[in-house]
């Protein structure tokens, strides 16, 4: 991949693949040292889409470029909220973000766009502003999960394995961590997702083809809404 786009290999595994994967994945790869000892810590996004819903239905059409805006925090931590603007192409990934405030994050929120817009020197924070007053985005919804993750930082691979995903609808409740859950998944299934920049390490790649899996397009967001989407008619 280029400009900056890396390679993101998803797949569905059950709890014993993931078991045995992690086991293998643990003895060659580090647990990511920005986590806590155990690897295991929350992530709490909160989605944008517009009225056309085009970040949802751009999954639907396979669209080749594609893009989704999203706030996000970790555990209990709102000293650390992240803008993020995540872009999708022919299965690569690249993420832009920064630093948002708490002001900030409920400017964009209550959708007091204008004002923020010309106060900050935040360039992607202008760049969502743009989005939202010309194309309608606004807050969608909110997904919740546990990760552990392990890195490869020679050459800057990253391993992931997300848990207990779930979505809620009750988007004013975002920064309480105290909302109706509804799970996305079976309990017993999980996601993980490989990601690298050029050429992924044939150690690391006979552990994942060991189990016969196969790839997925897998999408928390996508899923997420169609199950919400499902409770509230």
């Given at each position: 991949m280029n400009n900056n786009y890396r390679s993101e290999w998803k797949y569905l595994v059950n709890n014993q693949q993931l078991s045995l994967i992690k086991n293998k994945i643990s003895k060659v790869l580090e647990i990511d040292p920005h986590t806590p000892d155990?690897?295991?810590?929350?992530?709490?996004?909160?989605?944008?889409?517009n009225y056309r819903d085009e970040s949802l239905?751009?999954?639907?059409?396979?669209?080749?470029?594609?893009?989704?805006w999203r706030i996000r925090y970790y555990g209990d931590d709102l000293t650390y909220i992240v803008l993020e603007k995540k872009e999708k192409l022919d299965g690569g990934g690249r993420k832009k973000s920064c630093n948002l405030t708490?002001?900030?994050?409920?400017?964009?929120?209550?959708?007091?766009?204008?004002?923020?817009a010309y106060e900050t020197n935040k360039k992607l924070i202008k760049e969502l502003a743009i989005d939202m007053l010309k194309n309608g985005?606004?807050?969608?919804?909110?997904?919740?999960?546990?990760?552990?993750?392990?890195?490869?930082?020679?050459?800057?691979?990253?391993?992931?394995?997300?848990?207990?995903?779930?979505a809620s609808y009750e988007l004013d409740k975002f920064l309480d961590n105290d909302y109706t859950k509804f799970y996305i998944m079976p309990s017993n299934i999980n996601l993980l997702e490989v990601k690298f920049d050029h050429i992924l390490?044939?150690?690391i790649k006979n552990i994942i083809k060991l189990n016969n899996m196969n790839q997925t397009?897998?999408?928390?967001?996508?899923?997420?809404?169609?199950?919400?989407?499902?409770y509230m008619r």
């Open positions: 155990n690897g295991r810590y929350l992530i709490h996004s909160l989605y944008f889409d239905y751009s999954n639907e059409a396979g669209l080749a470029i594609k893009y989704k708490i002001e900030e994050y409920n400017s964009i929120v209550s959708l007091n766009i204008c004002d923020i985005y606004h807050p969608k919804i909110i997904i919740d999960y546990e990760r552990i993750a392990y890195v490869e930082e020679i050459s800057n691979v990253r391993i992931t394995f997300d848990m207990k995903i779930s390490p044939s150690y397009s897998f999408s928390k967001y996508y899923f997420g809404r169609r199950i919400i989407d499902s």
